[in-house]
């Protein structure tokens, strides 16, 4: 593992683009979440898991409303707009309180989001080499394919940010779970691991739906055309048995610009980086994952945080 840590750190000092500006760097998002949780119109508090800062939010009047929810956002380093839709939620919460609990990482993968900010728009893993969206400890498979970033660590949660949900999860108990990705446009449900779509029924999809009608909607694996072991959203279904368990992708290149990427296949891409300048492939991933433009920024952040707000009711 230490060898991996080596070869992604040197892969990681060739790159070096700047951040536009309205996007937040993480101390910027910490500065930020501390503010807005000083004049939150529900009761707040925050603990930090290792590197994670977990945010839990409350009514203030007296209540019996007994839903619960936990929204992760930013699994996925490269996928910045994720964490700043979760910075968006929280201002959106916190000025328009809800009457049930909530918990909230707002940041998931703070450490390979430090080097996103600075230039390295393709880091999808953590600086252990895990995508940690495949070391949740539910149909596990061991992988190993750094290449395109899809590496399940030496065993399930043997990383501290998917420790920390698991432990969230088992204490907090709560009915439903999002997970918030981009790279496509999609409110996905279990399976993932498997192409078979769990069926289950919840009102307030068809609002959410509404929202997005690009959206793919069903089984994760049946809708995007492959299988994910050791996902976030399949453990929190199927092992802690939240009653509501969804990953939503908010974002997608070619629909928001009409253009193709520089190859046709994004995942052979990444792998035969020396096909062009590195500049340029860290320029296409942050756009492919990323709405460069402010307004695509802010028309996003709040159309998803109104969506959100609707699955977890």
């Known amino acids: ?37 000083k004049n939150c119109q529900m009761k707040a508090t925050q ?6 800062n977990s945010i839990t939010l409350k009514p203030k009047l007296d209540y019996e409303n007994k839903n619960k929810a936990f929204i992760i956002f930013g699994e996925h380093a490269r996928e910045l707009i994720s ?6 939620f929280l201002k959106q919460i916190c000025h ?9 990482i ?8 430090r080097y996103v900010e600075r230039g390295h728009y393709c880091l999808r893993e953590n600086l252990n080499g895990v995508d940690l969206n495949r070391n949740y400890g539910f149909q596990w498979k061991f992988r190993e394919n750094h290449f395109v970033q899809d590496s399940s660590g030496p065993e399930p949660f043997s990383e501290i940010e998917t420790q920390t949900v698991r432990d969230i999860l088992s204490s907090f108990k709560p009915r439903t779970f999002i997970t918030v990705h981009s ?9 993932a691991f498997k192409k078979e779509d769990v069926v289950f029924s919840h009102n307030n999809l068809r609002g959410a739906k509404n929202e997005c009608l690009d959206c793919l909607i069903g089984g994760a694996a049946t809708q995007i055309g492959y ?4 996902n976030s959203m399949d453990y929190a279904y199927g092992m802690a048995k ?5 990953t939503l992708e908010i974002f997608e290149f070619e629909k928001q610009n009409q253009r193709k990427e520089p190859e046709s296949n994004f995942a052979e891409f990444l792998q035969h980086k020396e096909k062009t300048e590195i500049s340029n492939k860290e320029l296409f991933c942050f756009d492919y994952f990323n709405p460069r433009n402010e307004d695509q920024y802010n028309e996003l952040v709040d159309k998803w945080s109104n969506i959100i707000v609707q699955l977890i009711q």
């Not at 790279?183 to 399976?191: E, K, R, S, V």
């Open 47 to 52: 603990k930090k898991y290792g590197i994670i």
């Open 227 to 230: 299988t994910a072991s050791g």
């Open 106 to 113: 707002i940041n998931m993968n703070p450490t390979s989001r």
């Open 1 to 37: 593992m230490k060898i991996i840590v080596i070869l992604i750190i040197i892969k990681l000092a060739f790159a070096g683009t700047q951040l536009p500006s309205f996007y937040h760097t993480t101390d910027e998002i910490e500065f930020e979440v501390k503010n807005i949780l």
């Open 183 to 191: 790279g496509t446009l999609a409110i996905l449900h279990p399976w």
């Open 96 to 104: 328009n309180p809800l009457n049930f609990k909530l918990k909230i």
């Open 83 to 88: 964490v700043e839709t979760g910075l968006h």
């Open 242 to 246: 939240v009653k509501r368990s969804y």
